[in-house]
Protein backbone atom coordinates (compact mmCIF):
# COMPACT_ATOMS: atom_id res chain seq x y z
CA UNK A 1 0.00 0.00 0.00
CA UNK A 2 1.27 3.86 -0.47
CA UNK A 3 1.45 6.55 1.64
CA UNK A 4 -0.98 9.28 1.58
CA UNK A 5 1.04 12.74 1.31
CA UNK A 6 -1.85 14.65 2.52
CA UNK A 7 -1.55 14.18 6.03
CA UNK A 8 0.76 14.96 8.78
CA UNK A 9 1.01 11.48 9.98
CA UNK A 10 1.09 9.86 7.17
CA UNK A 11 -0.54 6.40 6.63
CA UNK A 12 1.70 3.89 6.69
CA UNK A 13 -0.47 0.72 6.57
CA UNK A 14 0.82 -2.82 6.41
CA UNK A 15 1.88 -2.47 2.43
CA UNK A 16 4.17 0.30 2.85
CA UNK A 17 5.49 -0.05 6.48
CA UNK A 18 7.92 -2.74 7.42
CA UNK A 19 6.45 -4.66 9.76
CA UNK A 20 9.62 -5.48 11.98
CA UNK A 21 11.67 -2.87 13.85
CA UNK A 22 15.41 -2.05 12.68
CA UNK A 23 17.53 -4.25 14.62
CA UNK A 24 19.90 -2.25 17.04
CA UNK A 25 23.34 -3.18 17.27
CA UNK A 26 23.66 -5.75 19.74
CA UNK A 27 24.53 -4.38 23.18
CA UNK A 28 27.13 -7.78 23.78
CA UNK A 29 27.83 -10.81 22.38
CA UNK A 30 27.68 -13.82 24.19
CA UNK A 31 30.53 -16.75 23.69
CA UNK A 32 28.29 -18.96 21.15
CA UNK A 33 27.57 -17.37 17.81
CA UNK A 34 23.94 -16.20 19.45
CA UNK A 35 23.68 -12.41 20.19
CA UNK A 36 20.79 -11.08 22.73
CA UNK A 37 20.21 -7.57 23.42
CA UNK A 38 18.83 -6.05 26.60
CA UNK A 39 15.27 -5.76 24.96
CA UNK A 40 15.07 -9.44 24.35
CA UNK A 41 16.09 -9.47 20.37
CA UNK A 42 17.80 -12.41 18.94
CA UNK A 43 20.32 -12.62 16.53
CA UNK A 44 22.46 -15.23 15.21
CA UNK A 45 24.85 -15.00 12.03
CA UNK A 46 26.64 -17.66 10.81
CA UNK A 47 30.39 -17.41 11.25
CA UNK A 48 33.04 -16.92 9.51
CA UNK A 49 31.43 -16.38 6.31
CA UNK A 50 30.11 -13.53 4.40
CA UNK A 51 27.70 -15.40 2.37
CA UNK A 52 26.07 -16.68 5.37
CA UNK A 53 22.66 -16.01 6.68
CA UNK A 54 21.89 -13.78 9.85
CA UNK A 55 18.97 -14.77 11.60
CA UNK A 56 17.19 -12.21 13.93
CA UNK A 57 13.85 -12.65 15.54
CA UNK A 58 12.56 -10.74 19.00
CA UNK A 59 10.77 -12.69 21.71
CA UNK A 60 10.28 -11.72 25.84
CA UNK A 61 12.44 -12.53 28.64
CA UNK A 62 15.51 -15.25 27.77
CA UNK A 63 15.87 -16.94 24.68
CA UNK A 64 14.46 -20.21 24.27
CA UNK A 65 16.55 -23.39 24.83
CA UNK A 66 16.19 -24.35 21.12
CA UNK A 67 16.72 -20.96 20.03
CA UNK A 68 20.05 -21.55 18.77
CA UNK A 69 20.28 -24.86 17.34
CA UNK A 70 17.13 -23.58 15.04
CA UNK A 71 18.81 -20.76 14.41
CA UNK A 72 21.89 -22.89 12.79
CA UNK A 73 19.48 -25.57 11.05
CA UNK A 74 17.76 -22.64 9.34
CA UNK A 75 21.19 -21.30 8.50
CA UNK A 76 22.20 -23.96 6.59
CA UNK A 77 18.88 -24.91 4.95
CA UNK A 78 18.69 -21.76 3.58
CA UNK A 79 21.70 -22.49 1.71
CA UNK A 80 20.04 -25.96 0.22
CA UNK A 81 19.71 -25.21 -3.52
CA UNK A 82 16.54 -26.42 -5.98
CA UNK A 83 17.11 -30.39 -6.36
CA UNK A 84 19.25 -30.62 -3.00
CA UNK A 85 18.10 -34.39 -2.66
CA UNK A 86 19.03 -34.70 -6.63
CA UNK A 87 15.06 -35.70 -6.39
CA UNK A 88 13.80 -32.70 -7.59
CA UNK A 89 13.03 -31.17 -4.31
CA UNK A 90 12.18 -27.58 -4.37
CA UNK A 91 14.66 -25.07 -2.08
CA UNK A 92 13.17 -23.68 0.97
CA UNK A 93 11.86 -20.77 0.76
CA UNK A 94 12.54 -17.33 3.42
CA UNK A 95 8.70 -17.33 4.26
CA UNK A 96 8.57 -21.34 5.26
CA UNK A 97 12.04 -20.75 7.37
CA UNK A 98 10.69 -17.36 8.88
CA UNK A 99 7.39 -19.18 9.77
CA UNK A 100 8.95 -22.05 11.83
CA UNK A 101 10.71 -19.83 13.64
CA UNK A 102 7.65 -17.95 14.28
CA UNK A 103 5.61 -20.72 15.38
CA UNK A 104 8.06 -21.98 17.50
CA UNK A 105 8.01 -18.35 19.03
CA UNK A 106 4.88 -18.00 19.42
CA UNK A 107 3.53 -20.94 20.54
CA UNK A 108 6.36 -22.70 21.93
CA UNK A 109 5.65 -22.84 25.55
CA UNK A 110 8.35 -22.64 27.73
CA UNK A 111 10.57 -25.93 28.50
CA UNK A 112 9.53 -26.71 24.81
CA UNK A 113 12.69 -29.25 24.17
CA UNK A 114 14.49 -28.59 20.55
CA UNK A 115 13.21 -29.53 17.40
CA UNK A 116 14.43 -31.33 14.84
CA UNK A 117 14.26 -28.98 11.55
CA UNK A 118 14.20 -31.05 8.65
CA UNK A 119 13.33 -29.89 5.22
CA UNK A 120 11.05 -31.74 2.78
CA UNK A 121 11.20 -32.15 -1.17
CA UNK A 122 8.27 -30.03 -1.71
CA UNK A 123 9.91 -27.05 -0.58
CA UNK A 124 8.16 -27.19 3.21
CA UNK A 125 9.73 -27.86 6.73
CA UNK A 126 8.96 -30.24 9.39
CA UNK A 127 9.37 -29.73 12.95
CA UNK A 128 9.71 -32.88 14.57
CA UNK A 129 10.11 -34.36 18.15
CA UNK A 130 10.66 -37.81 18.86
CA UNK A 131 11.35 -38.16 22.48
CA UNK A 132 9.43 -39.24 25.95
CA UNK A 133 7.25 -41.17 24.45
CA UNK A 134 5.79 -38.40 22.36
CA UNK A 135 5.67 -38.47 18.23
CA UNK A 136 5.45 -34.81 17.06
CA UNK A 137 5.14 -33.61 13.38
CA UNK A 138 4.17 -29.95 12.26
CA UNK A 139 4.48 -29.43 8.97
CA UNK A 140 5.12 -25.53 7.89
CA UNK A 141 4.09 -24.11 4.77
CA UNK A 142 4.70 -20.71 3.80
CA UNK A 143 1.88 -19.11 5.24
CA UNK A 144 2.36 -21.34 8.82
CA UNK A 145 1.78 -24.61 10.06
CA UNK A 146 -0.84 -27.04 8.01
CA UNK A 147 -0.78 -30.20 9.44
CA UNK A 148 0.25 -31.60 12.81
CA UNK A 149 0.62 -35.15 13.66
CA UNK A 150 0.87 -36.27 17.48
CA UNK A 151 1.13 -39.40 19.20
CA UNK A 152 1.41 -40.60 23.08
CA UNK A 153 2.06 -44.13 23.49
CA UNK A 154 1.80 -42.82 27.70
CA UNK A 155 -1.63 -42.16 26.96
CA UNK A 156 -2.74 -43.65 23.41
CA UNK A 157 -3.79 -40.29 22.24
CA UNK A 158 -3.03 -40.16 18.07
CA UNK A 159 -4.36 -37.34 16.01
CA UNK A 160 -3.77 -35.93 12.74
CA UNK A 161 -4.96 -32.44 12.33
CA UNK A 162 -5.08 -30.29 9.45
CA UNK A 163 -4.96 -26.51 10.28
CA UNK A 164 -6.10 -23.57 8.35
CA UNK A 165 -5.17 -20.74 10.41
CA UNK A 166 -6.69 -22.03 14.44
CA UNK A 167 -3.62 -23.80 15.58
CA UNK A 168 -5.74 -24.42 19.10
CA UNK A 169 -4.76 -27.75 18.84
CA UNK A 170 -1.03 -26.86 17.75
CA UNK A 171 -0.53 -24.94 20.92
CA UNK A 172 -2.31 -27.84 23.39
CA UNK A 173 -0.29 -30.11 21.78
CA UNK A 174 3.19 -28.25 21.92
CA UNK A 175 1.54 -27.87 25.94
CA UNK A 176 1.77 -31.04 26.27
CA UNK A 177 4.98 -31.82 24.94
CA UNK A 178 6.78 -29.10 27.23
CA UNK A 179 4.72 -30.32 30.15
CA UNK A 180 6.51 -33.81 29.62
CA UNK A 181 9.70 -32.34 29.36
CA UNK A 182 9.39 -30.59 32.21
CA UNK A 183 8.46 -33.71 34.07
CA UNK B 1 -23.03 -4.89 -5.26
CA UNK B 2 -25.52 -6.21 -2.60
CA UNK B 3 -28.87 -4.02 -2.65
CA UNK B 4 -29.26 -4.06 1.26
CA UNK B 5 -25.09 -2.87 0.96
CA UNK B 6 -24.97 1.08 2.76
CA UNK B 7 -23.84 3.26 -0.13
CA UNK B 8 -22.55 6.85 0.30
CA UNK B 9 -21.78 9.55 -2.62
CA UNK B 10 -19.42 11.35 -0.81
CA UNK B 11 -17.52 8.34 0.95
CA UNK B 12 -14.42 9.67 2.88
CA UNK B 13 -11.84 7.42 1.07
CA UNK B 14 -8.00 8.04 0.22
CA UNK B 15 -7.17 4.60 -0.53
CA UNK B 16 -8.33 1.11 -1.79
CA UNK B 17 -6.31 -2.31 -1.48
CA UNK B 18 -6.88 -4.96 -2.75
CA UNK B 19 -4.27 -8.18 -2.08
CA UNK B 20 -3.17 -11.16 -2.53
CA UNK B 21 0.05 -13.08 -0.70
CA UNK B 22 0.79 -16.46 -2.07
CA UNK B 23 3.93 -19.15 -1.60
CA UNK B 24 6.96 -17.41 -2.94
CA UNK B 25 7.81 -17.76 -6.45
CA UNK B 26 11.11 -19.49 -5.98
CA UNK B 27 12.03 -18.92 -9.76
CA UNK B 28 11.10 -15.44 -9.95
CA UNK B 29 14.31 -13.57 -10.47
CA UNK B 30 15.68 -9.86 -11.13
CA UNK B 31 15.28 -9.69 -14.86
CA UNK B 32 11.61 -10.83 -14.55
CA UNK B 33 10.17 -8.14 -12.56
CA UNK B 34 11.33 -5.74 -16.26
CA UNK B 35 10.14 -8.18 -18.38
CA UNK B 36 6.82 -9.30 -16.54
CA UNK B 37 6.38 -4.79 -16.74
CA UNK B 38 7.34 -4.32 -20.20
CA UNK B 39 5.46 -7.41 -21.17
CA UNK B 40 2.04 -6.94 -19.10
CA UNK B 41 1.91 -3.75 -17.39
CA UNK B 42 3.73 -0.92 -18.76
CA UNK B 43 1.53 0.57 -21.50
CA UNK B 44 -1.15 1.16 -18.62
CA UNK B 45 0.87 1.67 -15.47
CA UNK B 46 4.43 3.79 -17.48
CA UNK B 47 5.49 5.09 -14.24
CA UNK B 48 7.71 2.79 -11.48
CA UNK B 49 9.42 2.54 -8.35
CA UNK B 50 11.31 0.14 -6.35
CA UNK B 51 10.48 -0.66 -2.55
CA UNK B 52 11.88 -3.21 -0.30
CA UNK B 53 9.71 -6.38 0.51
CA UNK B 54 7.09 -6.41 3.14
CA UNK B 55 6.89 -9.75 5.36
CA UNK B 56 4.13 -11.88 4.88
CA UNK B 57 1.44 -11.15 6.63
CA UNK B 58 -0.80 -14.05 7.61
CA UNK B 59 -4.10 -14.31 9.96
CA UNK B 60 -3.82 -16.95 12.97
CA UNK B 61 -6.16 -18.24 15.27
CA UNK B 62 -6.08 -19.18 18.63
CA UNK B 63 -2.98 -17.70 19.55
CA UNK B 64 -2.59 -16.49 23.48
CA UNK B 65 0.24 -14.86 23.45
CA UNK B 66 -1.02 -10.93 23.48
CA UNK B 67 2.09 -9.68 21.45
CA UNK B 68 3.63 -11.05 18.26
CA UNK B 69 7.08 -11.92 18.00
CA UNK B 70 9.00 -10.47 14.94
CA UNK B 71 11.20 -12.61 12.92
CA UNK B 72 13.42 -11.34 10.09
CA UNK B 73 15.54 -13.55 8.34
CA UNK B 74 18.65 -11.40 6.11
CA UNK B 75 20.29 -13.45 3.21
CA UNK B 76 22.66 -12.07 1.82
CA UNK B 77 22.51 -14.98 -1.01
CA UNK B 78 20.35 -15.42 -2.66
CA UNK B 79 19.88 -11.27 -2.04
CA UNK B 80 16.57 -10.32 -1.37
CA UNK B 81 14.53 -9.54 -4.18
CA UNK B 82 12.79 -5.52 -4.15
CA UNK B 83 9.03 -4.87 -4.55
CA UNK B 84 8.21 -3.17 -7.97
CA UNK B 85 5.62 -0.14 -8.10
CA UNK B 86 3.82 0.37 -11.79
CA UNK B 87 1.92 3.27 -11.84
CA UNK B 88 -0.89 5.01 -12.85
CA UNK B 89 -0.61 8.43 -12.18
CA UNK B 90 -3.39 9.82 -13.75
CA UNK B 91 -6.12 7.22 -12.49
CA UNK B 92 -4.06 6.77 -9.09
CA UNK B 93 -3.78 3.24 -10.08
CA UNK B 94 -0.61 1.24 -8.55
CA UNK B 95 0.17 -2.61 -9.12
CA UNK B 96 2.95 -3.86 -6.87
CA UNK B 97 4.81 -6.88 -7.28
CA UNK B 98 7.12 -9.30 -4.73
CA UNK B 99 7.67 -12.57 -4.98
CA UNK B 100 5.06 -13.69 -2.62
CA UNK B 101 2.23 -10.67 -3.06
CA UNK B 102 0.54 -8.42 -5.83
CA UNK B 103 -1.58 -6.00 -4.97
CA UNK B 104 -3.54 -3.28 -7.00
CA UNK B 105 -4.42 -0.33 -4.87
CA UNK B 106 -6.33 2.65 -5.92
CA UNK B 107 -5.11 6.17 -3.87
CA UNK B 108 -7.57 9.56 -4.23
CA UNK B 109 -6.01 12.07 -6.59
CA UNK B 110 -8.65 13.88 -8.21
CA UNK B 111 -12.78 13.36 -8.49
CA UNK B 112 -14.79 10.87 -6.14
CA UNK B 113 -14.13 7.04 -4.96
CA UNK B 114 -14.76 5.35 -8.12
CA UNK B 115 -16.38 2.45 -6.19
CA UNK B 116 -15.63 -1.15 -5.55
CA UNK B 117 -17.42 -2.22 -8.81
CA UNK B 118 -14.61 -0.07 -10.66
CA UNK B 119 -12.15 -1.58 -8.96
CA UNK B 120 -12.56 -5.05 -8.86
CA UNK B 121 -11.97 -5.72 -12.48
CA UNK B 122 -8.89 -3.75 -12.05
CA UNK B 123 -7.34 -6.06 -9.67
CA UNK B 124 -9.06 -9.26 -11.45
CA UNK B 125 -7.15 -8.18 -14.61
CA UNK B 126 -3.97 -6.78 -13.06
CA UNK B 127 -3.62 -10.73 -10.90
CA UNK B 128 -4.68 -12.69 -14.44
CA UNK B 129 -2.04 -10.82 -15.88
CA UNK B 130 0.29 -11.86 -13.47
CA UNK B 131 -0.73 -15.39 -13.56
CA UNK B 132 -0.34 -15.93 -16.83
CA UNK B 133 3.04 -14.34 -16.96
CA UNK B 134 4.43 -16.77 -14.55
CA UNK B 135 2.98 -19.38 -16.41
CA UNK B 136 4.28 -18.05 -19.89
CA UNK B 137 7.62 -18.00 -17.95
CA UNK B 138 7.43 -21.57 -16.16
CA UNK B 139 7.62 -19.90 -12.64
CA UNK B 140 5.83 -22.15 -10.98
CA UNK B 141 1.98 -21.66 -9.43
CA UNK B 142 0.49 -18.58 -8.13
CA UNK B 143 -0.83 -20.68 -4.79
CA UNK B 144 -2.47 -17.93 -3.16
CA UNK B 145 -2.69 -18.04 0.91
CA UNK B 146 -3.75 -14.65 2.39
CA UNK B 147 -6.08 -12.32 1.02
CA UNK B 148 -6.74 -8.81 1.94
CA UNK B 149 -8.57 -6.00 1.19
CA UNK B 150 -8.12 -2.53 2.97
CA UNK B 151 -10.37 0.87 3.04
CA UNK B 152 -8.15 3.93 4.51
CA UNK B 153 -10.72 7.13 4.81
CA UNK B 154 -9.89 10.88 6.05
CA UNK B 155 -12.84 11.74 7.94
CA UNK B 156 -12.99 15.47 7.73
CA UNK B 157 -15.45 17.62 10.27
CA UNK B 158 -18.23 18.75 8.04
CA UNK B 159 -19.65 20.73 10.59
CA UNK B 160 -20.32 17.98 12.64
CA UNK B 161 -16.95 17.92 14.83
CA UNK B 162 -14.34 20.38 15.93
CA UNK B 163 -11.21 18.61 17.49
CA UNK B 164 -10.33 15.14 17.83
CA UNK B 165 -11.82 14.88 21.38
CA UNK B 166 -14.89 14.42 19.61
CA UNK B 167 -14.89 10.61 18.94
CA UNK B 168 -18.45 10.59 20.14
CA UNK B 169 -19.72 12.69 17.22
CA UNK B 170 -18.29 10.29 14.78
CA UNK B 171 -18.31 6.44 16.39
CA UNK B 172 -21.33 5.58 17.90
CA UNK B 173 -19.87 2.79 20.01
CA UNK B 174 -17.99 5.75 22.39
CA UNK B 175 -19.34 7.81 25.15
CA UNK B 176 -17.89 10.13 27.26
CA UNK B 177 -19.29 10.69 30.91
CA UNK B 178 -18.75 14.27 31.76
CA UNK B 179 -19.65 13.43 34.79
CA UNK B 180 -17.03 11.03 35.01
CA UNK B 181 -14.96 11.83 38.56
CA UNK B 182 -11.54 12.50 38.19
CA UNK B 183 -11.34 13.04 34.81
CA UNK B 184 -11.45 16.03 32.46
CA UNK B 185 -14.57 16.52 30.31
CA UNK B 186 -13.27 15.59 27.07
CA UNK B 187 -10.27 13.66 25.85
CA UNK B 188 -7.13 15.37 23.82
CA UNK B 189 -7.09 12.52 21.06
CA UNK B 190 -8.17 9.20 20.95
CA UNK B 191 -6.82 6.30 19.66
CA UNK B 192 -8.55 2.83 19.03
CA UNK B 193 -7.53 -0.49 17.12
CA UNK B 194 -10.64 -3.38 17.28
CA UNK B 195 -9.83 -6.88 15.70
CA UNK B 196 -13.17 -9.04 14.52
CA UNK B 197 -13.23 -12.73 14.09
CA UNK B 198 -14.57 -13.47 10.54
CA UNK B 199 -16.29 -17.12 10.70
CA UNK B 200 -16.63 -19.22 7.56
CA UNK B 201 -20.18 -20.73 6.74
CA UNK B 202 -18.93 -23.82 8.35
CA UNK B 203 -18.46 -21.63 11.75
CA UNK B 204 -14.20 -22.40 11.27
CA UNK B 205 -12.41 -18.99 11.33
CA UNK B 206 -11.69 -17.39 8.08
CA UNK B 207 -10.25 -14.14 8.90
CA UNK B 208 -10.54 -11.35 10.83
CA UNK B 209 -11.79 -7.40 10.11
CA UNK B 210 -8.48 -5.20 11.52
CA UNK B 211 -10.46 -1.43 12.30
CA UNK B 212 -8.33 1.09 13.69
CA UNK B 213 -8.41 4.79 14.13
CA UNK B 214 -5.95 7.53 14.69
CA UNK B 215 -6.43 11.55 14.61
CA UNK B 216 -4.04 12.90 12.31
CA UNK B 217 -3.71 16.59 10.63
CA UNK B 218 -3.61 17.60 6.93
CA UNK B 219 -0.01 19.03 5.78
CA UNK B 220 -1.22 21.68 4.21
CA UNK B 221 -3.41 23.54 6.32
CA UNK B 222 -3.42 21.18 9.67
CA UNK B 223 -7.24 20.71 9.09
CA UNK B 224 -7.70 17.81 12.05
CA UNK B 225 -8.73 14.55 10.50
CA UNK B 226 -9.61 11.03 11.90
CA UNK B 227 -8.02 8.75 9.70
CA UNK B 228 -9.75 5.34 9.80
CA UNK B 229 -8.49 2.01 8.60
CA UNK B 230 -10.36 -0.87 7.95
CA UNK B 231 -9.00 -4.56 6.67
CA UNK B 232 -9.85 -7.66 6.30
CA UNK B 233 -7.40 -10.39 5.75
CA UNK B 234 -7.81 -14.28 5.69
CA UNK B 235 -7.96 -17.38 4.07
CA UNK B 236 -9.04 -17.93 0.28
CA UNK B 237 -11.28 -20.92 0.21
CA UNK B 238 -9.45 -23.60 -2.64
CA UNK B 239 -6.45 -21.09 -3.01
CA UNK B 240 -7.66 -20.30 -6.49
CA UNK B 241 -7.78 -16.84 -8.34
CA UNK B 242 -11.01 -17.37 -8.20
CA UNK B 243 -11.57 -17.50 -4.58
CA UNK B 244 -9.32 -14.66 -3.52
CA UNK B 245 -12.29 -12.62 -5.96
CA UNK B 246 -15.02 -13.91 -3.44
CA UNK B 247 -12.96 -13.41 -0.74
CA UNK B 248 -12.65 -10.06 -1.87
CA UNK B 249 -16.17 -9.19 -2.12
CA UNK B 250 -17.43 -10.71 0.95
CA UNK B 251 -14.23 -8.40 2.50
CA UNK B 252 -16.11 -5.59 0.90
CA UNK B 253 -19.33 -6.55 1.95
CA UNK B 254 -17.72 -6.28 6.07
CA UNK B 255 -15.80 -3.12 5.17
CA UNK B 256 -18.66 -1.66 4.34
CA UNK B 257 -20.93 -2.85 6.84
CA UNK B 258 -18.82 -2.53 9.48
CA UNK B 259 -17.93 1.18 8.23
CA UNK B 260 -21.32 2.06 8.57
CA UNK B 261 -21.82 0.48 12.08
CA UNK B 262 -19.34 2.48 13.81
CA UNK B 263 -19.99 5.30 12.43
CA UNK B 264 -22.57 8.20 13.08
CA UNK B 265 -26.01 9.07 11.80
CA UNK B 266 -24.71 12.68 11.77
CA UNK B 267 -21.45 11.79 9.21
CA UNK B 268 -23.31 9.35 6.99
CA UNK B 269 -25.72 12.09 5.73
CA UNK B 270 -22.53 14.00 5.63
CA UNK B 271 -21.33 11.83 3.44
CA UNK B 272 -24.61 11.36 1.40
CA UNK B 273 -26.04 8.39 2.61
CA UNK B 274 -28.43 6.82 -0.03
CA UNK B 275 -29.10 4.03 1.60
Given at each position: ???????????????????????????????????????????????????????????????????????????????????????????????????????????????????????????????????????????????????????????????????????????????DLARRSRG | MPRDLP????????????????????????????????????????????????????????????????????????????????????????????????????????GEYPHYETIRPKFE???????????????????????????????????????????????????????????????????????????????????????????????????????????????????????????????????????????????????????
Amino acid sequence: MTTTSSVESPILDQLTEKDVTPAPPPLHESESDLIIDRRSIYYYQEPNTLKGSVVIASGQGSPPVWLESVFKNLASIAKLPTNWDSYGAKKISRDVMRESLLVLLELGPDGLPTPSVVPTSNGDIQLEWHELGIDMEIEIKPYGPSHIYFRDSATNIEEDLELKGDVTGLGNRLRDLARRSRG
Amino acid sequence: MPRDLPDYNHPPLVEVVLSVQFDELIEFSLPHFGLLWQKKYRSQFPRTEIHPPLNISTERFGVRSSSRPVVKLEMLEPPPLPRLWMLNDESGGLIQIQTNRIAYNWRKTRGEYPHYETIRPKFELALREFCSFVEEENLGNVTPNQCEITYVNHIERHGVWEHHGQVEKVFNFWSHSQHATGLPNTPENVTFSINYILPSPTGIPRGRLHVSMKPVFTRDNAEPLFELKLTVRGYPGDQSPRDCLDFMDQGHNSIVRGFTAITTPAMHDAWGRKQ
